[in-house]
C-alpha cells in the first residue's frame, strides 16, 4: 500500500535564505540537555564548513531548533544540508542512550517491517521555508528569537542561552556564533 502522506518540497533558490525547523521525536525535550545543545552546535559548524553556508539566526528549545541559514554556495542541497546537521547529532544520542539509558531506547524505537530504528529527530525534513525578502527576514528572526519567551522559558529572547538574539544584543558568551547578515539583506 502505498503511503499518502506528503512531503514538503525542497527548493535551493540561489540566493534565497532558509528557515529552518526540526523537531524531536515525540517532542521528547532532548535538547534540554547541555550536552545534547553542544552537539547540535558542533553539528551545524562541522556543517558550515563542509557545505559552506552562513547561520545568521537561532534558537535550540527543548523539543525542537530553529535555524535560519544561507548557503554561500549558488549550487547547493538543502537537504543535504539538513542532513548533516541532524544526523550526527542522532548517531551520538542514541550511542548515548545505549551506554548510559537503556531504558529509553524503546521509547525511541520504531519497527518497519523488518527495519528498526531509533529516532532522535521526527520524521522527515522538516520544516523549510525559503525566504528572500528582507522584512520576511527580519520577521523570522524576531519570531525566531522570541521563541522562548512565548513559551514561557525566558523573560526576554537574550536572556535564553541557546538562541543568536544574545550576540543581536551584543551580549558575550553566547555557545553557537552566527555569521553577520549583509546589509541588503537588513534594509
Given at each position: 500500500m502505498r503511503s499518502t502522506r506528503r512531503h514538503r518540497r525542497t527548493f535551493n533558490e540561489p540566493g534565497h535564505a532558509h528557515a529552518l525547523t526540526f523537531s524531536c521525536y515525540h517532542s521528547y525535550h532532548f535538547l534540554a540537555a547541555?550536552?545534547?545543545?553542544?552537539?547540535?552546535?558542533?553539528?551545524?559548524?562541522?556543517?558550515r564548513k563542509r557545505y559552506?553556508?552562513?547561520?545568521?539566526?537561532?534558537?535550540?528549545?527543548?523539543?525542537?531548533?530553529?535555524l535560519l541559514v544561507f548557503p554561500s554556495r549558488e549550487q547547493h542541497n538543502i537537504a543535504a544540508i539538513r542532513k548533516a546537521i541532524k544526523s550526527p547529532v542522532a548517531k551520538r544520542a542514541v550511542r548515548f542512550l545505549e551506554e548510559h539509558e537503556?531504558?529509553?531506547?524503546?521509547?525511541?524505537?520504531r519497527r518497519r517491517g523488518q527495519k528498526v530504528e531509533h529516532l532522535f529527530w521526527q520524521s522527515g525534513g522538516?520544516?523549510?521555508?525559503?525566504?528572500?525578502e528582507p522584512s520576511t527576514l527580519l520577521a523570522n528572526i524576531e519570531y525566531i528569537h522570541m521563541n522562548p519567551v512565548r513559551r514561557g522559558l525566558a523573560q526576554t529572547g537574550t536572556?535564553?542561552?541557546w538562541s543568536s538574539a544574545r550576540c543581536?544584543?551584543?551580549?558575550?558568551?553566547?555557545?553557537l556564533l552566527p555569521d553577520p547578515i549583509p546589509p541588503d539583506w537588513l534594509d
Open positions: 547541555e550536552r545534547t545543545c553542544r552537539w547540535l552546535a558542533g553539528a551545524i559548524d562541522a556543517a559552506k553556508f552562513q547561520l545568521w539566526a537561532y534558537v535550540f528549545m527543548p523539543d525542537h531548533a530553529h537503556p531504558a529509553w531506547l524503546p521509547r525511541i524505537t522538516g520544516y523549510d521555508r525559503n525566504l528572500d536572556d535564553w542561552k543581536f544584543a551584543g551580549r558575550k558568551g553566547s555557545p
